[in-house]
């Protein structure tokens, strides 16, 4: 899985089994493999290059993440039965029928030299749905002690579930804005949320932030993507007058005020926002529900792992998108799969 994030690529070995009760699975060993500041830039100016380069990138994107999954596998002695990708989002507007992630799979597969699964979201937006997000079928399965899911990475993102049915939606941009606010001030980000705790909340910022249209009615199948933020977000970061560093208290706020706001029942948060002990804290201050972080490998890997899971649904031909959640005209078995023989 390479995220939103751009820290890295998380590789996660996954050990799932089907029982009468439902699923069972764990996470045997799982790394992250730190992208380069090279690499991270290229990924950055990805969604700016030509066509001609943007394929060869895709290539050589996808031959880097086979060789990564080839060292872990080897490293760590383990026996994969086919290995999942994701991909690294580059451009994402399912409204106008269209997403992508490279980190090409036939080049994933050359080097990893196992069956590969991928491609996991296309097929979603070709039936009129969003795309994304594709972590609830994970929650449903997976985490069936939770009345919801919330997981704060890039964006955050909730799972709702109610009588054996569950729904799904992006709530709000989180560490892709307080990050590039960060990097403004020579961070990568606000570790612990201590910039944010101390400093000032600016009530017409946060004003400006709470009235975005989007917040006003959420659903399922709602989902954001960089380019929302770039065209919502960061003009009215860029026209506030008060300091990076008080624009990164408020949309702490923000974040947490639009997070509380959509927890509907007992709560599991994962990804790296979870590590935001001040966002963290605000969030529980504007709910009453009980709200656990996963234990550390399932908050830092979940996503991974439940795109493994993805790729065993796929390869047992049973959905792994769900309507309910995206939008879709219909759930389907979404997956592109290369076999390795």
Known sequence: MSGTSLDGLDMAYCEFEKQQEGWKFSIVKAETATYSDKLRRQIISA???SGRELALF??????????LARDFIDRNGLSPDFVCSHGQ???HQPNKGYTLQIGNLAALCSK?????IG?????DVALGGQGAPLVPIGDLLLFKDYEDCLNIGGFSNISHKQNGNITSYDICPVNIVLNYLCQKIGLTFDDGGKIAQSNRVD????SQLDSLPYYQDLTSGNSLGKEWVEENIFPILENSSISVKEQIATYTLHAAKQISRNIKGRTLATGGGAYNDYLMKLIRQNTTFAIEIAERTITDFKEAMIFAFLGVLRVRNEANCLQSVTGASRSCCSGTILQWI
């Open 112 to 116: 990893v030299r196992l069956t590969t």
């Open 58 to 67: 895709d290539v050589q994107l996808g031959a880097l993440f086979g060789q």
């Open 89 to 91: 989002t580059i451009f």
């Open 119 to 123: 491609d996991f979201r296309t097929m």
């Open 203 to 206: 009530e017409l910022l946060l």
């Open 47 to 49: 969604e700016t290059m």
